[in-house]
């Protein structure tokens, strides 16, 4: 197995060069908060009505920055089978039958690709993978003073972001979600929660092992559906960012932008 093992590293050391490409398509990563008030993730920001006439000219304002990349095609953090219903409703948003919902890949990547008649590809993965048991990835079950110390970093990240999303436009707000320092500062989080134990399983390791496994088969999903000559903007949440920034660096697939130095630039 060692053999095994060595004779890869060997191979991806001759050959990881030549993986990359001449002309390498664009990437450009637009990390969000969800507008729609899922309240799926561990803390949730409680998001304004995106709906009103102030909030929609801030939207416009987003959407007319991101226009100045020229992007190709639109990725989006919906889940893959959900292609045929993406494409529907963009061509009902597009024509004005349907109005967008408050989702921010509507918001802001429907109503941009409307604009440039381009695609919105669904790339999404939310399964468990090689961790089935969800009890393996359940932080309910860990140390509790533990716990209780993540719960307060957490909860203070997320009145500092309420207080930002009750003064500031939607762009000043995406501007310090997708800024280099916030997004290592969450990337330095998921440290944190791997720490966490309970009496029988390493509940944070796994939750992180899955989390990497999850974002690296969304990232996946953006190399299968893109070209050489794509310009690429993925709208997701704003979690996902550091990661996926730094799978498409590393894999050498893209030329990747940064998106703290593109929006202070363009919004």
Not at 58 to 75: R, S, W
Not at 94 to 117: D, K, M, N, V, W
Not at 200 to 217: I, M, P
């Amino acid at each position: 197995m060692y053999k095994k093992i060595a004779a890869l590293s060997l191979l991806i050391c001759l050959t990881g060069p030549s993986w990359s490409q001449e002309h390498k398509p664009t990437f450009l990563f637009l990390g969000s908060y969800h507008m729609n008030n899922h309240n799926r993730d561990m803390f949730n920001l409680k998001a304004s009505d995106v709906t009103t006439p102030v909030r929609q000219k801030e939207i416009l304002d987003v959407v007319q920055a991101l226009e100045a990349y020229g992007p190709t095609k639109i990725m989006i953090e919906r889940n893959t089978a959900d292609q045929e219903e993406i494409d529907l409703q963009l061509q009902q948003t597009c024509s004005g039958s349907r109005e967008a919902t408050r989702e921010e890949y509507e918001q802001i990547g429907f109503r941009l690709a409307c604009r440039l008649h381009i695609p919105v590809v669904a790339i999404n993965y939310n399964e468990l993978g090689p961790i089935q048991d969800p009890k393996k990835i359940d932080f309910s079950t860990a140390n509790p003073k533990d716990l209780e110390r993540i719960k307060v970093l957490g909860d203070a990240d997320t009145k500092a972001l309420q207080r930002l999303e009750q003064t500031q436009s939607i762009g000043n707000l995406l501007k310090y979600l997708n800024s280099d320092a916030k997004t290592r500062e969450v990337a330095s989080m998921y440290y944190l929660l791997a720490r966490l134990e309970s009496p029988s399983e390493r509940v944070g390791a796994n939750w992180v092992q899955y989390w990497y496994g999850r974002n690296l088969v969304i990232f996946n999903n953006i190399v299968a559906n893109t070209l050489p000559t794509d310009r690429v903007l993925v709208i997701y949440g704003s979690g996902h960012g550091y990661i996926l920034r730094r799978m498409a660096e590393e894999s050498l697939s893209f030329d990747v932008l940064n998106t703290e130095t593109y929006l202070s630039q363009h919004l």
